[in-house]
């Protein structure tokens, strides 16, 4: 079994993490050639400084974690957020939000990108019923982004099924990447199978020297 590190991401979002402790874990990821690290926002500074010399990218999310805010608030923090070196960013957006006013968010955010067209929108799944999902479907099948990350610290049976509803409507050009909280090797395999793009896994410490080691 042989799985790309290039298509997994790495959680790092525990706010309780101390500065020592961030700074260890980056040193400690950056030996890996994952495709990028996730941190909370005002640690995506220190992050792109760590990571200096490598080809990980830094990536956050924006209105994060509840994604009420308005479209003011939004885009001053992903202006903030590419300022301070994020290369993929994604914005919290609520269902009623994607509905209503999807399409015209993605074209006022995506212009702070500077052209890398890496804007994203992250739907917190895990708070979601059936039947939202059913609709989000179908709200991104008109949408103009080309990313979605789904939950954070989703239970694999939790992000097998978010992959059986959305990938449904997902148009080619259209990514998922689906946060799983500590997978194994053999399930970050079988996510993959059900047509995740990319993974985000929060047990980089204990997956990565596995995974370079099968490979």
Known sequence: MELELQRLSIMLMDPELTDQQFTEEILF??????????????NVARAKQLLTGTMIQVASFVDFPLGGGTLAKKAFETGQLYRDGAADVFVTM????????GNESYQALEQLSFGRNALGFFLDSSQLTSNQKQQLTMDLAELKVNAIALGLNLTMEQAINDMSIFRTGRRKQLTFQVNVKAPTLLE????FQAGATYIGISNGREILPLIS???
């Open 29 to 42: 990821l950056k030996e890996f050639p994952v495709r990028s690290i996730f941190v909370l926002p005002y």
């Open 188 to 191: 970050i395999e079988l996510l």
């Open 94 to 101: 609520i269902p009623d939000q994607l509905e209503i006013y």
């Open 213 to 215: 080691k099968w490979n």
